[in-house]
């Protein structure tokens, strides 16, 4: 088995054990791998170990990515922040966004998906944690949004995503997750129709399975350690 096999299936012990734990089902949580900064031998790599969910942070390197792996039923997932000039490539390219955390880069993304291919399927990113300098749209006001999301025609509104600070232990990993699921309780009540709720990564998956999570973006514990260009 090579490396990348190893770690994905001890990804998956770790999530079986974590949803066990909390007396949920292990396929109640979608594994996401991130591969960002990973080149595309890792990625199919992971793909021969039955892995087909990926997760990219920086738009270029993604749709290269992408293009080159076009012949791979690979399911894309934007994670990374969106400027508006980039809608259009996320829009044309992958299958869901987790960070919208604006109307206008959602009803960007709606205009410019194109027509051919099913709605970009969307989860807003929430700030959980109060980080000032942090994207997300805050929670008081993801009612509205998500509210005004659900009604473009080019997005399907599934989830709320969040990318907490590193916590100090597991409890408080797990009440900062709360507030996220605490939040997508809330607007399942307003009739949204959720489904996902994307949190939880290398090193704090346990305490966001714990609390709710469907949906884990992992990158580091497959892939191993990144190595940014300067
Ligand atoms: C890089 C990244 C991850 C994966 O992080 P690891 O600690 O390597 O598992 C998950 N989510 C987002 C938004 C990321 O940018």
Redesign the pocket.
Known sequence: MTTIQTRLQAVHQRIDAAAHASGRPSNAVTLLA?S?TFGTDAVQAAYAAGQTAF?E?YIQEAVQKITLLHHLPLQWHC??PIQSNKTRLVAEHFDWVHTVDRLKIAERLSAQRPAEKPPLQVCLQVNVDGGATKSGVVPAEAMALAKAVALLPGLHLRGLMC?PEPAFDFVAACAVFSRARGLFDALNAEGLALDTLSMG???DLEAAIASGSTMV?????IFGGRHYPA
Do not use: L, W, Y
């Open positions: 991130v960002k997760g942070n994670i990374g990318i990564m290398s090193a973006r992992v990158g580091s514990a």
